[in-house]
């Protein structure tokens, strides 16, 4: 009888953890076709819901989200870019000042501002402030069956709801993409110049060699697309959102941890895609 109880349980393990990982490509195979069908809706979206898509830039950039007013993002970004171009001057600095060559912070300060620095701090700003509200939003109308309303009347939920929002965050993310970058450029160089004393015109001459309209083009880029990639993840997460107000903000904490790791896999990702792998230093011959 022990033996048989033993092998009991050890079948019913076996097939909860069969199910558990059945069940979790079940869930990655809707998130992707969700991802997928939101994207291709965006001729449809801007064709049938255009004015929707206006109601949603006023609302992420002066509403409630409020990309621009009040304080909102913007000045969560104003504050994360300082720091972390301070942080980027004092440590290309010293780690300069090792082998005598700290007349290249400026040189260091463009490239490394630009590529990542930027692009980063934004998009986390805009998971952190924005893509939260949509997946509580749009998780409240699961729960609430609005979204089965949607679609009774014979309205595309997907595009409605979640390729509109889209489209408007990366609309809205580039005014305070390019904030966040002068801010960045402004820190780094209070510490470097101000702060240690190197010379500005030195700083300002390998800044402004080492900075070209091209690489501003590709950081403006990766902002952008790291809007759509936060705003399709926690709109998905609202979208499957169920258990109640609780499995709302369960939903909204899963989706801001995908959607950062997600921010970190695309930017190395969009790093090595648009400069290379052995990138080149305009100007320097490197």
Not at 61 to 69: A, V
Not at 104 to 133: D, W, Y
Not at 138 to 166: C, H, K, N, Q, W
Not at 198 to 203: D, F, K, L, V
Request: hydrophobic share 50%; net charge positive.
């Amino acid at each position: 009888m022990v033996a048989l109880d033993l092998t009991y349980r050890v079948r019913v393990r076996s097939r909860r953890r069969i199910d558990d990982f059945v069940n979790g490509f079940v869930r990655l195979g809707e998130y992707v076709t969700f991802v997928l069908r939101a994207v291709a809706a965006v001729p449809y979206t801007l064709v049938h819901y255009r004015k929707h898509v206006l109601a949603q830039i006023a609302e992420v950039t002066f509403g409630n989200k409020s990309l621009l007013s009040g304080g909102g993002t913007m000045g969560i970004v104003l504050a994360m870019s300082l720091a972390a171009a301070m942080m980027l001057g004092v440590e290309t600095y010293r780690g300069l000042q090792l082998v005598g060559m700290t007349n290249l912070s400026g040189m260091l300060s463009a490239i490394a501002n630009t590529r990542e620095l930027a692009p980063v701090v934004v998009a986390i700003a805009l998971a952190a402030k924005v893509g939260t509200g949509f997946t509580a939003q749009i998780g409240a109308m699961r729960i609430s069956d609005e979204i089965a309303a949607l679609d009774v009347m014979a309205i595309r939920s997907i595009p409605f709801l979640a390729t509109t929002r889209m489209i408007a965050a990366m609309v809205c993310i580039l005014p305070i993409y390019m904030i966040g970058l002068l801010s960045s450029y402004i820190a780094t160089r209070l510490v470097v110049v101000w702060y240690n004393g190197e010379s500005s015109g030195t700083y300002d001459y390998f800044f402004h060699l080492a900075l070209t309209p091209a690489d501003l083009v590709y950081s403006a880029t990766k902002a952008v697309v790291f809007a759509a990639i936060v705003t399709l993840v926690h709109c998905s997460y609202g979208y499957f959102a169920s258990g109640g107000p609780e499995g709302v903000g369960q939903a909204a904490g899963r989706a801001l941890r995908t959607s950062i790791l997600a921010i970190g896999i695309f930017d190395v990702i969009f790093t090595f895609g648009l400069w290379g792998l052995v990138p080149q230093i305009p100007g320097m011959g490197i």
